[in-house]
């Protein structure tokens, strides 16, 4: 994280103190830099430059009302996967025409509610979704923007659970299948063709299978040229993955230069969904050390964050940096793991670190921006963490921490029983 320094023996985002942070607000707690999310965006509007595009961020990656509200106000539009997105974008100040709507499984209600806010396109993953909202757009006499979602069948060489572009993934519709699809959607009096939409995975690392994906889809573009179907834009989806402990993504200027070489004479616009490059290593997790067990075979910190709280390592065995929030030199360096109190062997948040630890230590888990919060549970009765927003020695509170009466909200007890 860029926005992360030491001074003295602590740690700080931008000028705000992480142990202040902690002692204000309790562990655990989401804390966010508005710079690293500022700058972040603006690395992708800079790449694109005068050339014609979106930069749409994918709200799944943090749906915080506050974090949206940042990004609507930089200009950016939207990419969501469902109505609470839809709703939450609204709510935090982005424009319905600014929204694109993804999604393998779309209810009528959803395709309803974009309809008659006017959004500005639908990602269409299916045939039967391609029919559905046919059918909703003339019963209610709207016109509904449309590109298909394409799968190019390019391995990303990522993680299986977040592959998206292979033939045995759920996502999109097989690019031999496109043409037809197309032309048929073209006879639909409902429906307004605007452009082809793919995306192939997260967390990549090689600009290579998305130029390969790129050029499968101007293949496609050009045979629906000669079918009369013109595009106006292609939507190359998100996925450059971010920093997480070695890894070496693409430069967005670098990747954004390629893509406009291939794309610029057939005049298309340019659509990107960016999400974890936005927000991935903007954030971290804080949380204290509740108890240590040094043993002949292992040494466990158990600490007061759980898999509940960010589910990415037992989920994904993702790894993710590991700071102490305030240094000290005094103690002895061992080899722990760190694991929370949820009632899971799968459930840690780092493994074999080398730290000097003592019971009531601090740790951030750096690089929790995307994918953390949005994914955590009540698992265990366990209320969710508050979320914090750091913007230079100010910090707010964006989300409250979870009560027990939250928990519990909507529940009833038996009468009579």
Known sequence: MQEITQQGNELYLENTSLNGIANQYGTPSYVYSKAAITDSYHAYTKALGDYPGKICYAVKANSNLAILQILAALGAHFDIVSGGELERVLRAGGAANQIIFSGVGKSKAEMERALELGIACFNVESEAELVTLSAVAEKMNKQANISLRVNPDVDANTHPYISTGLKENKFGIAIDDAVRIYSWANTLPNINIVGVDCHIGSQLTDITPFLDALDRLLILIDQLQEAEITIQHIDLGGGIGVVYRDETPPAIDTYLAKVKEKIAPRGLELVLEPGRSIVGN????????????????????????????????????????????????????????????????????????????????????????????????????????????????????????????????????????
Request: charged share 25%; aromatic share 8%.
């Open 282 to 417: 903007a954030g971290l997790l804080l949380t204290e050390v509740m108890y240590l067990k040094p043993g002949e075979h292992k040494n466990f910190a158990v600490v007061d964050a759980a898999m509940n709280d960010n589910i990415r390592p037992a989920l994904y065995q993702a790894w993710q940096d590991l700071k102490p929030v305030v240094v000290d030199s005094e103690e002895q360096t061992l080899t722990w793991d760190i694991v929370g109190p949820i009632c899971e062997t799968s459930d840690f948040l780092a493994k074999e670190r080398e730290l000097a630890l003592k019971q009531g230590d601090r740790l951030a888990l750096l690089s929790s921006g995307a994918y953390g919060f949005v994914m955590a549970s009540n698992y265990n009765t366990r209320n969710r963490a508050p979320e914090i927003l750091v913007d230079g020695d100010k910090s707010y509170l964006i989300r409250e921490r979870e009560s027990f009466a939250d928990l519990i909200r909507g529940e009833h007890l038996l009468e009579n029983i």
